[in-house]
């Protein structure tokens, strides 16, 4: 049964633009997909969908499971609730995934983002993460929202096909280790080696924030740190860049890559 909605005060709709912040997003464990790619990606990897809002005259998304409330609204009213200046006709509120940790990491190659707080390069890098066959990554405090919108824009649903996980910076040596995974971070030291000197395929990667780079403290467990080679003139890349060359770097040197 789908419902029909024109009032732009209605209870559903004010929640829906509540969603734009962290702390409701957190309070309520909801989060907001704002078009209709990242819809079919979070249906596809099985994100709970509770609901689903589609102006006059757009289809639901196929494969809507029975249980997800239908609601239809004139397309005024889409404009006032969608957060898009140009809404694509489609908003689907999906119940917000828990961010913890296991206690064993799996063996594999993980993306560390300390302190990264622009949505848009958090969500880049989790893109490239799973671009370049990533395990999971891992966002130390200070890190922008993985279910914000912008971050999830940008990331092009890669946030529900990869495992990110909330981990405290004292956590992590003892996660790493257990798992048996060093940890290399991007940064100018006395034992920092050229990226392609060293073996990526099983390790941590970790990318600091834009303005302050990795933190003294996440540095300080690093096995080692590494260079990216460039142009002399060039001081350095920004988050998301450095992310992508050092994936890319690592995915090349898995067997048969």
């Known amino acids: 049964m789908t419902e029909y909605i024109t009032s732009r005060r209605n209870p559903l709709l004010e929640h829906i633009r509540k969603l734009d912040g962290v702390s409701y997003r957190r309070k309520t464990g909801a989060f907001l997909c704002d078009s209709p790619k990242l819809v079919d990606e979070a249906l596809r990897h099985g994100v709970t969908v509770e609901c689903v809002v589609a102006a006059e005259g757009t289809a639901f998304p196929e494969g809507l499971p029975g249980t997800v409330r239908r609601v239809t609204v004139p397309g005024d009213v889409m404009h006032s609730v969608s957060p898009l200046p140009t809404p694509q006709g489609v908003l689907a509120v999906c119940a917000l995934p828990a961010l913890t940790v296991p206690d064993t990491l799996p063996a594999g190659r993980y993306v560390v983002l300390d302190g990264v707080q622009d949505p848009g390069n958090v969500g880049a890098v989790l893109r490239t993460a799973d671009a370049f066959g990533c395990t999971g990554a891992l966002l130390l405090p200070g890190c922008a929202d993985p279910y914000s919108l912008k971050t999830l824009r940008a990331?092009?649903?890669?946030?529900?096909?990869?495992?990110v996980y909330a981990v405290d910076?004292?956590?992590?040596p003892g996660l790493l280790a257990a798992a048996g995974l060093p940890l290399y971070g991007t940064a100018l030291r006395h034992d920092t080696v050229d990226v392609r000197r060293c073996d990526l395929r099983r390790c941590a990667l970790v990318i600091g924030s834009e303005g302050q780079g990795v933190s003294d403290e996440v540095l300080s467990?690093?096995?080692e740190t590494l260079r990216?080679?460039?142009n002399p003139h060039c001081e350095s890349l920004n988050a998301a860049a450095a992310a992508a060359v050092l994936l890319w770097e690592a995915y090349r040197n898995e067997e048969g890559n």
Do not use: D
């Open 155 to 163: 990331s092009m649903g890669a946030v529900f096909r990869l495992p």
């Open 228 to 230: 990216v080679p460039m």
């Open 221 to 223: 467990l690093c096995r």
């Open 169 to 172: 910076t004292e956590q992590l």
